[in-house]
Nanobody, 123 residues
């Protein structure tokens, strides 16, 4: 089970740090990802990190602003979001799966999902 936290209301240019903790099992052998869904839009890939933690993946719109990291000892994954923009407003979901590299951005590649945390960026 995954539990996401850290969302909230922030002004444009501000920062938030999302966290996702796994319980009831270990996700150290899984790739971990963050997705988001804005009202009326499809769920969108944001970032993902493989077991090794090297070479994370990002959607172009967040590159240079967001950083994904994982702590395998604590069974957690984080998403540091800086320079937030109003268009980042969405419900953010963490997920765990075992995608191959070519499908790491596809939500269908992930088996376990957190409940979502709301991020609202005001202009």
């Amino acid at each position: 089970q995954l539990q996401a936290s850290g969302g909230g209301l922030v002004q444009a240019g501000g920062s938030l740090r999302l966290s996702c903790a796994a319980s009831g099992g270990t996700f150290t052998s899984y790739s971990l990802g963050w997705f988001r869904q804005a009202p009326g839009k499809e769920r969108e890939f944001v970032a993902a990190i493989k077991l090794s933690g090297s070479s994370p993946y990002y959607v172009d719109s967040v590159k240079g602003r967001f950083t994904i990291s994982r702590d395998n000892a604590k069974n957690t994954v984080h998403l540091q979001m800086n320079s937030l923009k109003p268009e980042d407003t969405a419900v953010y979901y963490c997920a765990a799966g075992r995608p191959i590299t070519s499908t790491i951005r596809a939500h269908a590649s992930y088996y376990y999902w957190g409940q979502g945390t709301q991020v609202t960026v005001s202009s």
